[in-house]
């Protein structure tokens, strides 16, 4: 039974988040759509467990030492360099603030190199049942 609710929580929490897979094919149609903007960087960040209780007294759970004690989902945090100019890099972000998928942003930065040139450098996070995340 608390595996039953373990595994339903984790559906609802995944259900709605980027995969892996996802993400690498919205980078590529959000580069296909918008020539003028570039990606520079891309570097995922360590991978951090997160450790779901099956009740708000898990007493039981803190008794035995089972799979359940293994982290069921996975932060993903990845950073992205983006370069183009004003207008390119504002298509940029109102195309994933419209994205069905949950996608956290952590840290926005936008600097102007040379004008018109500028960078954007995002921090985004999701959620996955797997520790392994994207790979480029």
């Keep these: 039974q608390v595996q039953a609710e373990l595994t339903k929580r984790i559906q609802q929490l995944t259900?709605?988040?980027?995969?892996?897979?996802q993400m690498l094919d919205l980078l590529q149609d959000l580069l296909v759509k918008m020539p003028k903007v570039q990606l520079v960087a891309f570097e995922?960040?360590?991978?951090q467990p997160?450790?779901?209780?099956a009740t708000p007294n898990a007493e039981t759970m803190e008794k035995t030492a089972s799979p359940m004690n293994q982290p069921?989902?996975?932060?993903?945090?990845?950073?992205?360099?983006?370069?183009?100019?004003?207008?390119?890099?504002?298509?940029?972000?109102?195309?994933?603030q419209?994205?069905?998928?949950q996608l956290h942003w952590v840290q926005l930065n936008y600097k102007v190199l040379?004008?018109?040139?500028?960078?954007?450098?995002l921090e985004l996070e999701t959620v996955s049942?797997?520790?392994?995340?994207?790979q480029i």
């Design 98 to 101: 419209q994205l069905s998928w």
């Design 50 to 53: 997160i450790h779901l209780q």
């Design 72 to 96: 069921l989902l996975f932060k993903h945090t990845t950073q992205l360099v983006f370069r183009g100019d004003y207008n390119g890099l504002q298509q940029l972000l109102g195309q994933l």
């Design 129 to 134: 049942e797997s520790a392994n995340y994207v």
């Design 15 to 21: 259900g709605s988040y980027i995969s892996a897979q």
């Design 114 to 121: 040379e004008y018109p040139q500028a960078e954007l450098q």
């Design 44 to 47: 995922n960040l360590p991978v």
